[in-house]
Each structure stands twice: as C-alpha cells, then as structure tokens.
C-alpha cells in the first residue's frame, strides 16, 4: 500500500512568494497531522484534523499559514506570504483513530522548504 | 516544563553492542502513550514501538523493546545487537488523555538523541 504521499519533496521560492504543500493521507486514515521540524525548534506539530475538521491548529505560527482538508485523501498546507525563517521540512502524517485506542502516526517523506 | 525529555544528543556505540536511549516525560493525565520513531539521513520519520501507559509488559518490536518506568516517568529505548544501520536520530514522544478525551491526538516530540554506529 501507499503510504503519506507529499508534494513537492522541495521547493525553493522567494520571500513574499506564496507557497502551497500537498498531502495525500494513507487511505482509510482518518487523522491527518502537519508538523514542522527546525533546527532550533525541533519537530513542532502545527495543525490536525480528525475526519476533515481541524481540531487543534494552536500550532500555527501565524496568519500567515493556513491548511485546508477538503476531503479524506487531500490537505494542503499554505504560506501567504512566505518569509524567510519559514525554511523547514514540514511533514505531513495520517493515522486512525478509534475510540481510547492509540495508533501510530505514519509520516510522509516531508516537504523541505526553502525560503530566500 | 519540557514534557519529552531526551538528555542525550548524541551516542557512539560499537556495532553489535546493545544501546539504551532515554526518554523522560512529564504528564499529569492517568492515561497516555509514548511512542519511538527512528529518522535516518534520508529524513523520514520511521515509526518504531508504541507503549501505553495501562500497558503492564513492556513493549517489543523485534530488536526494540521499551523499558517503561511508570513511577519514574521514563521510557528508554533499547537497541539489541545494534547494526550499522541503525545509525540516525531517534526521537521519543507523547500522547496524552485520548482515554477520556477523544480527538486528543497530538504528538509532542524531544528534541532527539543521535545514534552513530561504529563498525
């Protein structure tokens, strides 16, 4: 099976410049989670949605980021406009939730970004 | 308060020899999980083992197994007959509350420990 595909794998663009990442969550899974990994922030969870509602978006740095998941197998994850110290791998990851079960988060392979 | 703490950026070990990872956390929620997920140079995130907090065995997972002290709050990894592949960054995390609070599904990840194998 396929597993969390994220488009593109790199992209590199100008400050101000709008920036839009795609996910495509592992079918059936009906969490889809958006994090960002740095260096001097490590791996910082930004959004989630469970059954396509953002449930904790508390994560999100700014308005300038916005996600969208407008059915269960696409989200996209925008910056409007970028700025530099957006540079990161954001990934993407999907699991199922049922009930007081804990299942694992499978990830994508990231999105790095680059911001000049 | 940091709720994943992981106090060893960085670990040479001999190839074959078996390593322990730590990982501290901090929560005030009866019902949790703590997860391993591996990260080699390539970048992906590799999920490894799963403990729950009810859970009263430690988990194993092939060469992995999770030494889970509830009282102590901590939940180290342990590598057996470590290979040149394992080398990479290992990060712990944490669940808290779904028990009772459905839809609670955020991870929070330490900051990662590096595991260098030397052959």
């Known amino acids: 099976d396929a597993g969390v595909i994220q488009s593109p794998r790199h992209e590199v663009t100008e400050m101000g410049q709008e920036v839009t990442l795609r996910c495509k969550p592992i079918?059936?899974?009906?969490?889809l989670f958006w994090y960002r990994q740095t260096m001097m922030r490590g791996l910082e969870l930004l959004i989630y949605?469970?059954?396509?509602?953002?449930?904790?978006d508390s994560g999100m740095p700014e308005d300038r980021f916005s996600a969208k998941m407008p059915n269960a197998s696409f989200s996209t994850l925008k910056i409007q406009p970028s700025e530099p110290r957006d540079s990161a791998v954001y990934f993407c990851?999907?699991?199922?939730?049922?009930?007081?079960?804990?299942?694992?988060?499978?990830f994508g392979p990231g999105t790095r970004l680059t911001v000049t | 308060a940091q709720k994943i703490t992981q106090t060893q950026p960085g670990m040479f070990v001999q190839e074959k020899e078996a390593v322990t990872l730590d990982c501290t956390y901090d929560t005030s929620d009866q019902s949790y999980g703590l997860f391993w997920y591996k990260q080699p140079s390539s970048g992906e995130m590799i999920f490894l083992i799963y403990?729950?907090?009810?859970?009263?065995q430690n988990a194993t997972e092939g060469r992995y197994s999770l030494n889970f002290q509830k009282a102590r709050k901590s939940a180290n990894l342990v590598i057996s007959a470590s290979q040149l592949g394992d080398s990479a960054m290992y990060f712990c995390?944490?669940?808290?509350?779904?028990?009772?609070?459905?839809?609670?599904?955020?991870?929070?990840f330490g900051t990662g420990t590096r595991l260098t194998i030397i052959p």
């Open positions: 995390a944490m669940r808290e509350g779904t028990h009772l609070n459905f839809g609670n599904e955020k991870l929070t």
């Open positions: 079918s059936g899974h009906n969490s």
């Open positions: 403990q729950g907090s009810y859970d009263e």
């Open positions: 949605f469970n059954n396509n509602v953002p449930i904790d």
């Open positions: 990851a999907s699991s199922f939730v049922a009930g007081d079960k804990f299942y694992e988060q499978y």
